[in-house]
């Protein structure tokens, strides 16, 4: 997916530029027109006549340098690039971006263009971890910026851990995978509830639980990316969306999860409930704190509806999916759960599996559908498991219109 594509690469300083050079070479042996900035940081690392003879094109390096008196070279890259790739990326250009600094040939050009962009970092671990990069990281994928995650192993400075540049080979298949995608939800409309509920006791009290809500945005996302019209009911978490397509209802409660599900069912195509809804709330809400007393406190608790099962019985051609996060007999319990529920398919996962837990960023799962056809997906992060059970819900809705 990369032959024929105009590729700019931004190679930013830091030790690991000397893998810019083979992922240049490795670019260009897969057909793929490439053309080369660099920081005044990285040609101390690597001189720019390395990439020229890779790339065979001119480097680009001094905002100033104009080699045609016709154009104005920062602008006609950025217009030029189909692919922008930043290899390696340091704190510095990711802080720049993040920012809207615009202070050499590099950054420049970035925020001029309109390509697509993929970041992939390479920095000592504590930096890769401060607070400031993680916020720049995280204000770039909000503004759909791609990030390829960096390895971990030893570290030129010294330190073992993340920070070391993807291979060469990972970084090009990542951004083939990501240019291959075919829209398949294009025209579809798909309703995704995620996070949890909290159901007040009093002012300052609640009950709820440990979802972080990052498995329903993540299928938002990738449905976005897929194509599809997304509406995403979402508790209270700390995710935040970085496709601008993805229209967003905030909710706290189980009740008003419920209304907002049922008010946006009627006219879905796809409906993904992977919230963590609270099957009980307190059947008294004080109006004031309760204060600490002599002995034991006694909170009677009611049922909450049952969001899921109350969409199962009035579906009327909604492909209707379910999760399960059990920790005993979880196929058991959610096969039980798919079709006491009316579901079209289930996801199940035990949630005191490692690497399947709460909050974390990696899951495993198993998808049945209602034929109890079974498809395992191993451990992976959150995004990839998402876009599986996307392309399983496409396969057997296309299935039952044949």
């Given at each position: 997916m990369v032959n024929q594509k105009n590729i700019l690469l931004g190679v930013s300083g830091g030790i690991a530029v000397y893998?810019?050079?083979?992922?240049?070479?490795?670019?260009?042996?897969?057909?793929?027109?490439?053309?080369v900035i660099m920081t005044e940081s990285a040609a101390e690392f690597v001189s720019p006549l390395t990439f020229q003879a890779l790339s065979r094109n001119p480097v680009y390096i001094d905002t100033f340098d104009e080699k045609h008196p016709d154009k104005i070279a920062h602008i006609d890259l950025a217009d030029w690039a189909e692919i922008a790739l930043i290899a390696p990326a340091t704190a510095n250009i990711i802080g720049k971006l993040a920012n809207g600094i615009a202070d050499d040939m590099l950054s420049t050009t970035l925020l001029a263009t309109q390509a697509e962009v993929y970041i992939a970092p390479a920095m000592n671990v504590h930096?890769?971890?401060?607070?400031?990069?993680?916020?720049?990281?995280?204000?770039?994928?909000?503004?759909?910026?791609?990030?390829?995650?960096?390895?971990?192993?030893?570290?030129?400075?010294?330190?073992?851990?993340?920070?070391?540049l993807?291979?060469?080979?990972?970084?090009?298949?990542?951004?083939?995978?990501?240019?291959?995608?075919?829209?398949?939800?294009?025209?579809k409309k798909v309703l995704i509830s995620a996070g949890p509920t909290?159901?007040?006791?009093?002012?300052?009290?609640?009950?709820?639980?440990?979802?972080?809500?990052?498995?329903?945005?993540?299928?938002?996302?990738?449905?976005?990316?897929y194509g599809a019209d997304v509406t995403l009911v979402t508790g209270p978490v700390a995710e935040k969306v970085t496709h601008s397509g993805i229209k967003i209802i905030d909710v706290t409660t189980a009740e008003q999860m419920y209304d907002a599900m049922h008010l946006h069912f009627k006219d879905q195509d796809i409906v993904i409930k992977s919230a963590a809804v609270a099957d009980y709330r307190p059947k008294h809400i004080y109006g004031e704190k309760m204060k600490k007393q002599d002995g034991n406190w006694h909170i009677e608790m009611e049922r909450t509806k049952d969001i899921?099962?109350?969409?199962?019985?009035?579906?009327?051609?909604?492909?209707?999916?379910?999760?399960?996060?059990?920790?005993?007999?979880?196929?058991?319990?959610?096969?039980?759960?798919?079709?006491?529920?009316?579901?079209?398919?289930?996801?199940?996962?035990?949630?005191?599996?490692?690497?399947?837990?709460?909050?974390g960023d990696t899951n495993v799962v198993t998808y049945v559908n209602k034929l109890m056809k079974q498809d395992e997906v191993a451990l992976a992060s959150k995004k990839e498991i998402a876009e599986k059970i996307l392309t399983f819900i496409d396969r057997d809705m296309k299935d039952e219109v044949q």
């Open positions: 893998k810019a050079c083979a992922l240049t070479s490795k670019l260009v042996q897969k057909g793929a027109n490439v053309k930096m890769y971890a401060h607070p400031a990069v993680i916020k720049n990281m995280k204000q770039l994928e909000q503004w759909g910026y791609h990030f390829i995650e960096p390895g971990a192993g030893y570290l030129a400075c010294g330190y073992v851990g993340k920070g070391r993807e291979e060469p080979e990972s970084i090009i298949k990542v951004i083939e995978s990501h240019q291959q995608r075919e829209p398949f939800l294009s025209g909290r159901e007040q006791i009093d002012p300052v009290r609640f009950f709820t639980n440990r979802s972080t809500g990052k498995m329903g945005f993540a299928l938002a996302e990738a449905a976005a990316e899921l099962q109350s969409l199962g019985e009035i579906k009327s051609g909604q492909y209707l999916v379910g999760f399960a996060a059990e920790t005993t007999n979880p196929l058991e319990y959610g096969k039980k759960k798919l079709v006491k529920k009316n579901l079209d398919a289930i996801v199940i996962n035990d949630v005191s599996s490692e690497g399947a837990g709460f909050g």
